[in-house]
């Protein structure tokens, strides 16, 4: 699929905070991040959102200064990365998609630690991390050593260790990959927190509903080419008043989508996994015939679902690459296999 | 200032989590104890042998203590990805390397320390020249450290730099004048103990400890501050070259 690079769109709101321009990576001859553009806002929560190996890792490292941009320009509170990375090293926190805090040390002197990379006084860092701690929920576990927390709890340490300097600007990168669906949402929370707080956030993630929940601007990247930028308001502009279904089936019938696209060629059909069919429409969908269908094809239907359009859709629409199967392709890698 | 707060925060935190702890203690002690014992035994001497193989054995706990340490400390972080946390740091690079490379010099200096008391409790040390002897082993103690960095910066796995130490550790043993002087050692193998640099640093100590040096002190401090400016800055280099892609 061609994808053309949309125009660079500013945060409407605010002065640009971070301004990347036309910044190139390559490894090893291969382009992993092409030409990309674009503006944060100050105080804005903006989102990253691609499948694995779009670029959005080697962005951060670029914007971080972990990696050097074969080209372009990157500026965070107006002081240029690009040419001295550390120069705006102070203005931000990162957390990376590795919980990666020294496995040896409490969760309190990790905290105290990090702070203290970022020149805080002794007296500073103990208040700011023992704060820390109880925000994140962290008090009785203070110190315990941090190879002994669990997934969850290193997640959230990570993010504390990211925010115990308070930066104007926190990369997070993939905060909640691998974590259970409570902790999941604790660190949704906090992160809504963090930026009513005010702080500026670069948020990427594989989870299209969180950048929804979560986000004021999304960029779309695949194959290190950002192809959409925009509002989530408005990218869900294009999906809405459409109709959408989900049928779920006791087992997978071959070629149903072919079958059923041919009976009814109003409709779209989509496989979302081995047992779910999602069936979108510019009118509204009549269950019956298509059930009767489907049965008659000799699957079960056990579930038919309206569905109210969301960001996936037009993330399906705008790249080509089925949500599920970059979610699915992400567990994977977890997994290891 | 703040730079000065990560600095010194990044060396507590190294001698907390790896030089502090038990098993480096111990193996920090041991292994002098292990050097001046089979030395002293294989001279097959008595006393009077403890002199002369003292700068050998200084220098020999120095280096293995510092370069083994540089894997752990520096190739276990890169591995584990928390090394990142210090290159987003708003420290200079050399800075923060220093700060890394500081604990390791300190440990160093530390394990010098066990072969000085153990021959203090054998033989009189009166004789020798403490000022020279301190700056010798602080000199060995840097420049063994920089070899452990720059071996450490060069490969990406612990058992990697482990290999790749002894490359340098062990022909420093026999080349460099620590148990066998080098004007004794066949004459194709000389130009190789001049390019190591723990040959100064012993040339020092056996100065300060037996009046044996065999260039002039000045020279030999040159000689080693030259390593160790050329060790540290290539290491960096490397990091950058290499780590910040």
Redesign the interface.
Known sequence: MEIQAPPTVASQDSPAFIEARKMTKR?AGVVAVDRISFDVGKGELFGFLGPNGAGKTTTINML?????PDSGTIRIGGLDCARD??AA??LFG?V?D?S??????TGF?NLC??A??????KNERRAGARELLETFELTDAANRKFEGYSKGMKRKLTIA?GIIHRPQVLFLDEPTTGVDVASARRIRQMIAALHVSGTTIFLTTHYIEEAERLCHRIAFIVGGRIVRIDTVSNLLQAVRGKHVMLISVAHSVPALCASLSLAFPALDFHTVSERELRVESATPISVGPLVRLIEDQGADVTEARRMQPSLEDVFVRVTGIEADAMRKEREKTEAGL | ???W??F???VL?DMR?YYLKPPNISWGIIFPIAWTGMFFIKSGGGLEQVLPLLPGVIAVSILFGTTSMLAVTVTFEKK???F??????????ELLMLAKTGGAILFGVANACVPIGLARLLVDLSGISWGAMAAAVTMIAIVSTFLGLFIAVSVSEIFEAQTFSNFFRFPMIFLCGLFFPIDRLPIFLRPLSYMAPLTYGVDILHGAINEANTMPLALDFLIIGIFCFALFFISVRNIHRKW??
């Open positions: 490894f971080t200064g972990l990696a050097r990375p550390k090293q102070h990162v990376p590795e990666n805090l020294y496995p040896e040390l002197e630690f990090c203290a990379l970022y020149g805080m006084r260790a | 200032m703040k730079q707060i990560a010194w925060n990044i935190k989590a584990a990805r928390s990142e946390r210090l290159l987003l740091a708003p420290v200079r690079l910040i892609v």
